[in-house]
């Protein structure tokens, strides 16, 4: 019943943007601390960045750091991932997922996840 779909994935050229958007369904997101992950081919899935539950606190990791932007509209079951200047590095599949907390930004805390967006950096 609960669920989590991702969507605004695709492919855009080196230093292009593209916003994510999580929509939750089944529960009030606002219970829960959300994470951004992604998994490229043959790596281990990542945190990418993690809002909390309704303080705004986020985390990010240090390579996105300065590029990318989390948020989240609670009135509208959503959390957002802005991302800019993007780079071929930053190609994978990208996941939300529910959170335990946002302190520890890794898969380990989350509970519920989405199905994934595919976001592709290429020229």
């Known amino acids: 019943q609960v669920q989590l779909v991702e969507s605004g994935g695709g492919l855009v050229q080196p230093g292009g943007s593209l916003r994510l958007s999580c929509v939750a369904s089944g529960f009030t997101l606002d219970y829960y601390a959300i994470g951004w992950f992604r998994q490229a081919p043959g790596k281990e899935r990542e945190g990418v960045s993690c809002?909390?539950?309704?303080?705004?606190?986020?985390n990010y990791v240090d390579s996105v750091k300065g590029r990318f932007t989390i948020s989240r509209d609670n009135a509208k079951n959503t959390v957002y991932l802005q991302m800019n200047s993007l780079k071929p590095e930053d190609t994978a599949v990208y996941y939300c997922?529910?959170?335990?907390?946002?302190?520890?930004?890794?898969?380990?805390?989350?509970?519920?996840w989405g199905q994934g967006t595919q976001v592709t950096v290429s020229s």
């Open positions: 997922a529910t959170m335990a907390s946002a302190t520890y930004c890794n898969t380990r805390q989350a509970l519920y």
């Open positions: 809002i909390s539950r309704s303080d705004g606190i986020t």
